[in-house]
């Protein structure tokens, strides 16, 4: 699949300017030919792949009736989750602690009569701890059998995922060519048009990125999966926005 978004403007917006000192004012402008014009060309490419990489978090919370208690017990069920990530094939390096925090839960305040609530020091009644790790996935075939295994060893935080390429240089390149040859036709047209010719390329400016990707959320009312959830990867799209300023010569 290949999309190219092509918006052509000129240094100050609205037509092709040639240069001239009265122009200063708006900012430096590139040093071109007295009676040459600059034009400025803002054009796209796009390049898809199949991603082959995937990030999520995983974590337990559990509560009791002291920091150490709750401390204790969420450390017991994250042992066996990592345990679990270990069996189903992640590696140590794929594995790092991303949050690990303990905090008080207060009681409600008191609801009297008139419908207010009692004034008062809030009123501690239990911990609660939260331990989180982030996982990269690089099997993603394994990813819903990876997923079940660590609910079924007492993950009930399950955030993600993130599908992304472990070596995007390549489609990033292709992006970049397909974004150069979008621009430069596109100067040739308004140099066409103008009655002009492309003399040269002044200057090129970049920007890129991935195609924003859903994201499953699984939290503790769907922790009772009977079976390996779905995941589904599709492909990404690796965007390139190039930004060129030719010099048009009569």
């Known amino acids: 699949m ?13 037509a092709m300017i040639p240069a001239a000192p009265a ?3 708006q900012g430096p402008l590139p040093a071109i030919e007295a009676g ?20 999520y978090t995983a ?21 066996q989750v990592i345990a679990a990530l270990k069996r189903a094939g992640i590696a140590d390096r794929d594995v790092q602690t991303s949050n690990l925090n303990i905090n008080p839960v207060y009681a409600q305040p008191k609801r009297l009569p008139d419908g207010t609530t009692e004034d008062g020091p809030q009123r501690i009644v239990a911990y609660q701890a939260t331990n989180t790790v982030s996982v990269r996935q690089r099997k993603l ?23 992304m390429i472990d070596k995007p240089e390549a489609a990033q390149d292709e992006a970049r ?11 040739d047209l308004y140099a066409r048009a103008a009655g002009l010719r492309v003399a040269r390329i002044v200057s ?24 390996a959830a779905p995941v589904a990867a599709g492909e990404l799209e690796m965007n390139v926005n190039v930004t060129v300023q030719f010099e048009l010569a009569p």
Request: proline share 3%; charged share 15%; net charge positive.
């Open 2 to 14: 290949k999309r190219l978004s092509l918006i052509a403007a000129t240094a100050l917006g609205a």
């Open 23 to 25: 122009l200063a004012q």
């Open 36 to 55: 040459h014009t600059l034009l400025t060309v803002t054009a796209q490419g796009s390049s898809t792949r199949v991603p082959d990489l995937a990030t």
């Open 59 to 79: 974590g337990v919370t559990t509560q009791g009736a002291t920091a150490s208690a709750a401390l204790s017990a969420n450390s017991a069920q994250m042992t």
């Open 141 to 163: 075939a394994d990813m819903g059998k990876v997923i079940d295994a660590l609910v079924a060893a007492g993950a009930n935080q399950v955030n993600g995922p993130n599908f």
């Open 177 to 187: 060519i397909e974004a150069m040859k979008a621009a430069r036709a596109r100067a």
């Open 204 to 227: 090129i400016g970049e920007s890129s990125g991935y195609s924003p990707q859903p994201v499953m959320y699984l939290r503790k009312e769907a922790m009772d999966m009977a079976a």
